[in-house]
């Protein structure tokens, strides 16, 4: 990054953390060592990364200059001053995707005989193919629109594709307004494969806008096209309810997400041939900034090419496949009430599968011993066995309770139509405790054994959603350990109840005891390093943020406690700066599996002891948010977690990127020494990686 923080800032500004995050994903396309498609997945994750940082965090800094103009962020600068470094290193980030698409991939994909056909190269049997698709599957359903007094410039749907038409000529009212606006239906494909023997390749694909740019002339009969040229609106998408007003989340919500898609414009993204005063015309239309525009030189939503490697069958081309594996303890024991009876049971995701938990809780639904069933809803998809499992054990007369997160962002729909299926079956939802959204990943169930109840519990770190887990590493822990069970179902009463939170025995919950037990926890290793003792911490998760958390860490440091964080995305705070964090190492994992859990380590003394949680060290998550972070106990299943989620990404010399103080990442490559990537060691650890 360009931007260098003064030296008596110490905390690194979140929204370049997230350029700089998305360069290390971008980094992963440009590695030659990946498979040629999956290489063109990261450059698609990168724009759907672009997308939600425009939609979420620009228009939260827009929202800012316009209310609080002159208010500092935590790093010391203006929500005027983050935009314009944010929107330099924007710019230049989407010309390195895009020069790396157009000069790399592109050629690259035509090597291996998959084809984007431009429409300067089209025989005339493919223009001929080409113009037959145009009259039969878009001609039907197009709408132009000619702007006019009485056709005033169209409401167009968030991150959907368009096109503005420069035209000459008089209608056949009479009317020349010069301009036109065609908006492509969503339901239209973005990219349309050709049929082998036309296009003369294996995979021969032509872009949704090359056919409209060749035939646009047809949809203004009589007048001359001088010029079609795409562009793509960016909104704010973040749904905001008045805690004064709502009186029924759920009715609140489903009237704010009807206008998501028509929020205010936050990015305009525009074909770099379109002409200076087309490109003028849209920015005034939107109310944009000339910092707002992103010429591109490709197409406008690179997100769509992520369904190009499912069209395309070359498993040479794709990461070897793997089986999940399961625990030892499962791999013999179907019942699994008696295999967690028998001791705590980990499953560590994506290496190991998912599919006990969905049988986990079929099995309750089943069970004629089962009487209650409770779970917490985040993400969940809107295609869910475990969903379909919870409604079965409704209609089989079980106390299910669901508490469902409607405000988990651009899952609000999916959740919404959850809860009315549930409802409808007999299950009690609830939506948690309104102004703190409920992140805690819990299943409680309640079976009755030898006369008396007990509880089992699933507890992890990720969401229930079984795609997810084929991709996120994340830790799951099945227990009836009587503490962590009973603080479960404590925080179950508190989210459908009222009361007051009491303590807990094993759990650390926020908005209430997390962070100051993470604090205590920092204390005590800087008591043990100012003792002469040994003090280490180790900390994994998603994201660091939040000030009181890296106060106490700068001081843990000063102190000489030896911190190693692990942290995938954006880190505000700055390692290695001398008498402050010379003793705090912060690396990233970028890989195959997006690095999700969150792990605590704390040496003390030689306890050694581990967390596991849901929520990241951000101010969100630790005041805002409701969730957990529950205790290894058992000692070979801690040892597990040491030795699966924190020694190897440590020494990773593969797919890490340390973290220096200024805020930039450099990859971390031994030369010479032998290649150690942590995933693919849990790979050939717990799953069993296929040949192709």
């Known amino acids: 990054m360009t931007?260098?923080?003064?030296?008596?800032?110490?905390?690194?500004?979140?929204?370049?953390?997230?350029?700089e995050f998305n360069r290390r994903v971008l980094a992963q396309a440009e590695d030659d060592s990946n498979p040629l498609l999956e290489r063109l997945k990261f450059i698609c994750i990168v724009s759907s990364n672009l997308d939600e940082f425009f939609e979420v965090r620009i228009a939260w800094l827009k929202e800012s200059m316009r209310h609080n103009p002159t208010r500092l962020l935590p790093e010391g600068l203006t929500a005027q001053q983050v935009s314009e470094l944010v929107a330099r290193e924007a710019h230049d980030l989407v010309e390195r995707?895009?020069?790396?698409?157009?000069e790399v991939m592109f050629p690259a994909l035509a090597q291996e005989g998959i084809h984007f056909f431009r429409r300067s190269v089209w025989n005339d049997t493919q223009r001929e193919w080409v113009r037959d698709f145009f009259f039969r599957e878009l001609m039907p359903i197009l709408t132009p629109i000619g702007l006019d007094p009485s056709h005033p410039f169209p409401r167009l749907l968030n991150k959907s594709l368009n096109f503005i038409v420069e035209l000459e000529g008089r209608?056949?009212?009479?009317?020349?307004?010069?301009?036109?606006?065609?908006?492509?239906?969503?339901?239209?494909?973005?990219?349309?494969?050709?049929?082998?023997?036309?296009?003369?390749?294996?995979?021969?694909?032509?872009?949704?806008?090359?056919?409209?740019?060749?035939?646009?002339?047809?949809?203004?009969?009589?007048?001359?096209?001088?010029g079609c040229y795409q562009f793509r609106l960016t909104r704010d998408s973040d749904l905001s309810v008045d805690d004064d007003e709502v009186k029924d989340l759920r009715a609140a919500l489903e009237g704010e997400l009807s206008q998501r898609p028509f929020g205010d414009a936050v990015r305009l993204e525009v074909a770099d041939n379109c002409p200076k005063h087309l490109q003028d015309f849209l920015r005034e239309q939107?109310?944009?900034?000339?910092?707002?525009?992103?010429?591109?030189?490709?197409?406008?939503?690179l997100v769509r090419l992520m369904q190009v490697p499912d069209q395309v069958d070359r498993p040479d081309l794709k990461f070897a496949p793997f089986f999940p594996g399961l625990p030892p303890e499962l791999k013999k024991q179907t019942d699994l009430f008696a295999a967690i009876r028998h001791g705590d049971v980990l499953l560590h995701h994506p290496y190991q599968s998912f599919t006990p938990v969905v049988d986990l809780l079929l099995q309750a639904a089943r069970d004629p011993h089962v009487v209650a069933i409770k779970m917490t809803v985040y993400r969940t998809g809107s295609e869910s066995a475990l969903m379909d499992?919870?409604?079965e054990a409704a209609v089989r007369g079980k106390e299910v309770t669901v508490v469902v997160e409607l405000m988990a962002r651009f899952d609000e729909e999916a959740n919404i139509n959850w809860a009315a299926k549930l409802e409808r079956a007999g299950a009690h939802v609830v939506y948690g405790v309104y102004g703190y959204k409920t992140h805690a990943k819990m299943l409680l169930i309640v079976r009755r054994?030898?006369?008396?109840?007990?509880?089992?519990?699933?507890?992890?770190?990720?969401n229930y959603h079984p795609r997810t887990a084929k991709l996120y590493t994340d830790f799951g822990l099945m227990t009836v350990d009587e503490d962590i069970t009973g603080d479960v179902n404590d925080v179950f009463m508190q989210l459908t109840g009222l009361g007051q939170a009491g303590d807990h025995q094993a759990l650390w919950q926020s908005p209430f005891t997390l962070q100051p037990s993470l604090v205590r926890a920092i204390e005590r290793e800087i008591t043990h390093a100012k003792a002469g003792k040994?003090?280490?911490i180790i900390a994994k998760m998603n994201a660091l943020l939040e000030p009181s958390i890296i106060d106490r860490l700068y001081e843990a440091s000063s102190a000489g406690v030896t911190i190693h964080l692990i942290v995938r995305g954006v880190c505000a705070l700055r390692p290695g700066l001398p008498g402050i964090s010379e003793n705090i190492k912060v690396r990233s994992i970028i890989g195959r599996f997006l690095e999700h859990h969150r792990v605590f380590y704390f040496f003390n003394d030689g306890a050694e002891d581990v967390y596991l949680s849901s929520a990241d060290w951000m101010g969100r998550n630790l005041f805002r948010r409701i969730e957990i972070a529950f205790p290894v106990k058992n000692p070979k299943i801690k040892r597990r977690v040491i030795r699966e989620s924190l020694r190897?990404?440590?020494?990773?010399?593969?797919?890490?990127?340390?973290?220096?103080?200024?805020?930039?990442?450099?990859?971390?490559?031994?030369?010479?020494?032998?290649a150690r990537s942590a995933q693919q060691m849990m790979l050939a650890e717990l799953g069993s990686q296929l040949t192709v």
Do not use: C
């Open 286 to 301: 939107f109310g944009l900034e000339e910092m707002d525009i992103f010429r591109v030189n490709g197409p406008v939503n």
């Open 648 to 674: 190897p990404f440590l020494v990773d010399n593969t797919q890490a990127w340390e973290m220096q103080s200024d805020g930039r990442y450099r990859r971390k490559v031994t030369r010479g020494s032998k």
């Open 389 to 391: 499992a919870l409604l």
């Open 171 to 226: 209608d056949a009212f009479g009317r020349n307004s010069g301009i036109a606006i065609v908006q492509a239906p969503r339901v239209l494909p973005r990219f349309v494969k050709m049929p082998k023997e036309i296009s003369g390749v294996d995979h021969g694909f032509v872009f949704l806008s090359s056919i409209l740019h060749a035939h646009v002339d047809e949809l203004f009969m009589g007048m001359n096209a001088l």
């Open 97 to 102: 995707q895009y020069r790396l698409l157009r």
């Open 449 to 462: 054994e030898e006369g008396r109840l007990r509880r089992y519990a699933h507890v992890g770190t990720g």
């Open 3 to 19: 931007y260098k923080p003064a030296d008596n800032q110490l905390l690194l500004n979140r929204e370049l953390g997230l350029l």
């Open 534 to 536: 040994k003090a280490i």
